[in-house]
């Protein structure tokens, strides 16, 4: 029998002063559906919905939609564990099709003090809360790579959900905790 693996197996979450915290959710549930008629398929289901592209949402079941444009969006669900189980293959109504998005993709998240810090080290884009304020989507470079960073609520907390491809989840999550060495606690235990 096949299990799901995130490619950063064994590797725990890494924790800096000012609840600065890196942890892998790759082994959570992300899914996903595009095409011209998927923005009303998505308000059949579900309440809460993005009013434009680069815009992510709470629902009150804890799961986030994510729009990435007018025609696609993400549905996240940081505390369902993913599944095996393939989408459906065919369409799931007239120009809506599922965009499965578990095993392209791996989900890094970046919370506590200093996270807009650490993200300047490594992109462009100005993170801090009053420039990209939760609920904003930003689809950029990360350390040279193509990412999804969304600024969201989780458990109250402001906290970056970290999206990128699979093949590149180990190097971006290098790369963060290098750009998160000058928060971490260097004082000896004692």
């Not at 791996?106 to 009053?130: I, Q």
């Not at 491809?165 to 928060?183: K, T």
Request: hydrophobic letters at 40%; charged letters at 15%; aromatic letters at 6%.
């Amino acid at each position: 029998m096949s299990s799901l693996r995130s490619p950063l197996m064994g590797k725990q979450p890494i924790v800096g002063t000012g609840g600065l915290s890196l942890r892998d959710l790759s082994l959570s549930h992300r899914s996903g559906i595009r095409g011209l008629g998927a923005s009303q398929w998505l308000a059949s289901h579900h309440s809460s919905l993005p009013q434009a592209p680069n815009q992510i949402v709470s629902t009150p079941d804890g799961r986030l939609i994510m729009s990435l444009s007018h025609r696609e969006f993400w549905i996240l669900s940081p505390e369902i564990p993913a599944s095996l189980e393939a989408p459906a293959s065919g369409a799931l109504s007239a120009d809506v099709w599922p965009l499965y998005c578990q095993h392209s993709h791996g989900w890094l998240e970046l919370s506590g003090e200093g996270r807009a810090e650490v993200m300047a080290k490594l992109c462009g884009v100005d993170f801090c809360d009053e420039v990209f304020a939760p609920g904003q989507v930003a689809q950029t470079q990360v350390a040279r790579v193509s990412a999804v960073v969304a600024h969201h609520l989780r458990g109250g907390e402001r906290v970056f959900s970290i999206l990128v491809d699979q093949s590149l989840v180990d190097y971006l999550w290098m790369a963060l905790a290098d750009a998160m060495a000058e928060f971490m606690d260097t004082e000896p235990n004692g």
